[in-house]
């Protein structure tokens, strides 16, 4: 009777952000720091937006190989609202994977971990109803993109 509800999944948005070159910053106090810019980009689903330029990734490579993932990007849809997003997670994986990526080789998702919890906000009213879920999400790199679908947890 006053037991918790037990969360699901619904697709909501796939996001398609094209990325610029990582810049290894190196060792720092927080540990090996990457910065990967967000270039562009689409988000299309529940937000239908354009990505802008001027977002990245700021990447931890922790010690044993796997990447702590914090990226902070907007989006703007065609009426001209904005949609920040704001993403943590973790990508790891066998070292000759996470190295093979690093190259920008194509690799079965399947041989590695990529997920991500996805925060949005925005002023657009139609879309401020975003802002009351907690979103969840599986990820894809490339050579200079990175794919994910996001999915609500309900």
Same mark, same amino acid.
Request: a negative charge.
């Given at each position: 009777?006053? +037991? =918790? ?13 094209? &990325?610029? +070159?990582?810049?290894? /910053? ?5 540990? /090996? ?5 967000? @270039?562009?980009?689409?988000? *299309?689903?529940?937000?239908?937006? +354009?990505? &802008? =330029? ?5 990447? &931890?490579?922790? =010690?044993?190989?796997?990447? +702590? ?12 609202? /904005? ?7 973790? !990508? ?9 990526? %690093? ?15 996805? !925060?949005?906000?925005?002023? #657009? =009213?139609?879309?401020?109803? %975003?802002?009351?879920?907690?979103? @969840? ?8 993109? #990175?794919?994910? *679908?996001?999915?609500? #947890?309900?």
């Amino acid at each position: 009777m006053n +037991e =918790p509800v037990v969360p699901g999944l619904e697709a909501a948005f796939e996001v398609d952000a094209r &990325l610029g +070159e990582l810049q290894d /910053h190196g060792v720092t106090r927080a540990g /090996h720091r990457r910065v990967v810019p967000i @270039v562009g980009g689409r988000i *299309t689903g529940l937000v239908e937006a +354009e990505i &802008l =330029p001027g977002g990245a990734d700021w990447q &931890l490579v922790r =010690p044993d190989g796997a990447v +702590e993932v914090d990226t902070r990007y907007t989006a703007r849809t065609a009426e001209g609202g /904005h949609v920040y997003l704001s993403t943590s997670g973790v !990508r790891s994986g066998r070292p000759e994977v996470l190295e093979a990526l %690093l190259r920008g080789d194509l690799v079965d998702p399947s041989e590695y971990y990529f997920r991500l919890a996805v !925060r949005l906000e925005t002023s #657009v =009213p139609g879309l401020a109803v %975003l802002e009351q879920s907690i979103f @969840v999400a599986s990820a894809v790199r490339g050579a200079d993109w #990175v794919r994910y *679908t996001a999915f609500r #947890v309900t």
